[in-house]
């Protein structure tokens, strides 16, 4: 942003977050992953690390997270398997996952797209990058979890006005079926 300075643009990024958000790291590099927690919590983010695959499996089966960032290649379980893993479970099938990497390869970008990434980052990038584009997928998050509330008050105005319509029916029926009677009379 022209004329902020770097706490400035923080600053403007943090505050549109309505409450405070919790993100996975997930890095073999313990550097890379005291980084991220550094510079994420000073945007008012929550950042629980992990440094394998495996652990982090475990950490997203057991409690929520509002988004993943996860490296696409790591030791034993990679970020593509981890992602393969959250997609393919029905309760984190929709779970944001950002996926970066050091490898300069356009094949790999692909693969994690392909595989539901929702973004894909290659290192070195700047920070304010990452930033934004974790804006952009939890904003993207919320608006699909709003879609779902409002499916779901549909849903159940719909089988409300079902029912309705199921009783209005009966009456009906019975209404018709004394005035059958009366006729006879």
Known sequence: MPGMDEASAQEGIGSRRRATRTILAVDDSRTNLHVLAHRLGQLGYLVVLADGGSQALELVSARGFDLVLVDRVMPEVSGLHVLQEIRGTRDTTDLPVIMVTSQADPRGAIEALQAGADDYLERPYEFE?????????????????????????????????????????????????????????
Do not use: P, Q, W, Y
């Open 129 to 185: 990058e990452l930033a934004a584009r974790i804006e952009r997928v939890l904003a993207r998050s919320d608006r699909m979890e709003e879609l779902k509330r409002s499916n779901l008050a549909l849903d159940a105005r719909i089988a409300a006005r079902a029912i309705e319509l199921g009783e209005a029916r009966s009456d009906l029926a019975a209404t018709r079926a004394e005035l059958d009677r009366f006729r006879r009379c």
